[in-house]
């Protein structure tokens, strides 16, 4: 009867977990083809259909991705709605006992999401974008101020320069929206900042240098404000000679265009060798990646961990979905401006999770050899349901696979000086495929700075939608 029982009880929960095994992108699939098709008002729906999607622990990602899909289809109010939710939650969130305990006893994914650092900065780049679309540039410097608060967040939390604690692509969206409020004196020193983050950061690890764009907004700027010594110092760092040539009969359209999908988690298995080291200390090897830890364990813990040769942890882990398009150019007449790369997210995204791995791998450790454990002494009792929690184990070994999945791959910017009115852009994407074009027209108020964007989705995620 007790053997009926667990054997019930096992199909039951192998039949639950189903699901959970499933990557996050493979549980919301419909919305995820959708999207990826360009389908928005369709994918926006599947959002909504979803009436439990602010009670699971992935709320935050329901909010940002609806937040997303808002702001490409240019609800800017809906989309800011659903970003401050997402805001909110971040600040607000307490961790509870279970938010602790679940990456150690079952895995991550059972615990709140809570976001990557740098999906949390990215709230404040599409809230900036919305209000600035609407021309309520106070409000975008608001989000501003708070991107501000969460890079010294990031930096008072890091020890190391190698570290993902700075976005030199924040602060050039910070200087972009202090110009826009006219206060040149803090834009100077945004731009300043990501200089330097570009320089110190960005380029030697992310693969992103300064934007020739960024360079000529620092040395205007500086001769603005009146900053003689720093424009002279940015001149001789930049190799370029400052000429002062502003049109004050014309405004500014500062042009952002987003290129492809950035990458989906996955999970990744990898195998250990366990060896006593004495002292209840057990040293977990993998030859094949270089990888050693060492991890004490309780003493009344050892005679069952010293009864493993191996074991096998799930880690999350990044796919890269590669863009189709390779460039793009801004037309205007007979002109065409070059869009400068200012921020890779893939290479953000991949970074973040390498700052973080060494603790995953430890969580993950522990978390089996813990379950081995339990399996063990549990065995010693009562056979069948030391196989019951075998089976149960085996199922919640899984890496939480959660992300922010609508970002962009790459975010390239212009900035084009036109007449006063409505003005027609022509975006001009280029690829193996072939080319193409799409007509904007922009509102240009003269001596003001306006903003426009278009997010090409295209990509290659073939393998990952199967």
Known sequence: MYKRFLVSLSVLIVSASMYACMSFYQQNLKFNIAFN?????????????????????????????????????KNEYASNESFEKAYVFGQDYQKNVFDYTAPYFLNASFSEYQGENFEMLYIHYYKALNYLMVEKNEEALVECKRMDIKLNQLADKSVSSKKYTKDAFIHLLMGLIYEANFDLNNAFISYRNAYFAYKEFEEPILGVAAPLQLKQDILRTAHLVGFTSEKEYFEKEFGIKYKHNIQ?????????????????KDQIAIDFIITPGGNGIFIFNNQELGLSFSIPFPTENSKSIASLSFIRV??????????????????????EYPL????????????????????????GLSRLVLKKVAEAALRTQNGYAGAGLSIINAITEQADTRNWQTLPHDIYYARV??????????????????????????????????????????????AINQ
């Open 37 to 73: 098709k360009g389908e928005l008002d369709i994918a926006r729906n599947i959002l909504l259909s979803d009436k439990r999607a602010e009670k699971r622990n992935s709320k935050l990602l329901f909010y940002l991705n609806k937040g997303t899909v808002d702001f490409m289809l």
């Open 248 to 264: 004050k009969d014309k405004g500014e359209l500062i042009y952002f265009w987003q290129n492809g999908l950035g990458p989906v």
């Open 314 to 335: 799930a880690f999350p882990k990044y796919m890269e979905r590669m863009n189709v398009i390779q460039k793009a150019n801004l037309g205007y007449f007979q002109n």
């Open 340 to 363: 400068q790369i200012c921020q890779n997210v893939n290479n953000v995204a991949f970074r973040s999770l390498k700052d973080r791995m060494l603790l995953e791998i430890g969580q």
């Open 417 to 462: 000086s036109l007449p006063e009115g409505n003005q027609k852009i022509n975006l001009k994407t280029i690829s193996e495929s072939g080319n193409k074009s799409i007509d904007q027209t922009f509102k240009i108020n003269k001596s003001r700075m306006s903003f426009g964007f278009y997010h090409n989705i295209d990509n290659n995620s073939t």
